[in-house]
Nanobody, 122 residues
Framework: VQLQASGGGLVQAGGSLRLSCAAS????????MGWFRQAPGKEREFVAG????????YYADSVKGRFTISRDNANSAVYLQMDNLKPEDTAVYYC????????????????WGQGTLVTVSS
């Protein structure tokens, strides 16, 4: 599966952005999807994940209550709605896919998008 992330940009603290990830392939619903981020000098970290049918979601504590992950299997897309953004959310955001089961570690994902930069100014 090929992934392409978009929607990043510059936003002031307290603002919102919606990231999108478009996937190729006809078996999109069999993939669990995750959003990860990597800030300069830091390791890539899990942000949010969603199961193949959208019935299960999981969030990092740092974004819980502010970010919402969703997916549209008919259009092979996954989204990350980010509200009340903080400067510490500044990072390159990546979408990723793995077969069937949701996971939290980047090493467990087989497919990655190219990343989209989110910059939150204070």
């Amino acid at each position: 599966v090929q992934l392409q992330a978009s929607g990043g940009g510059l936003v002031q603290a307290g603002g919102s952005l919606r990231l999108s990830c478009a996937a190729s392939g006809r078996t999109f619903r069999t993939y669990a999807m995750g959003w990860f981020r990597q800030a300069p000098g830091k390791e890539r970290e899990f942000v949010a994940g969603i199961s193949g049918n959208g019935g299960s979601t999981y969030y990092a504590d740092s974004v819980k209550g502010r970010f919402t992950i969703s997916r549209d299997n008919a259009n092979s897309a996954v989204y990350l709605q980010m509200d009340n953004l903080k400067p510490e959310d500044t990072a390159v955001y990546y979408c990723a896919a793995r077969a069937f089961v949701l996971a939290l570690e980047p090493t467990e994902y087989n497919y990655w998008g190219q990343g989209t930069l989110v910059t939150v100014s204070s």
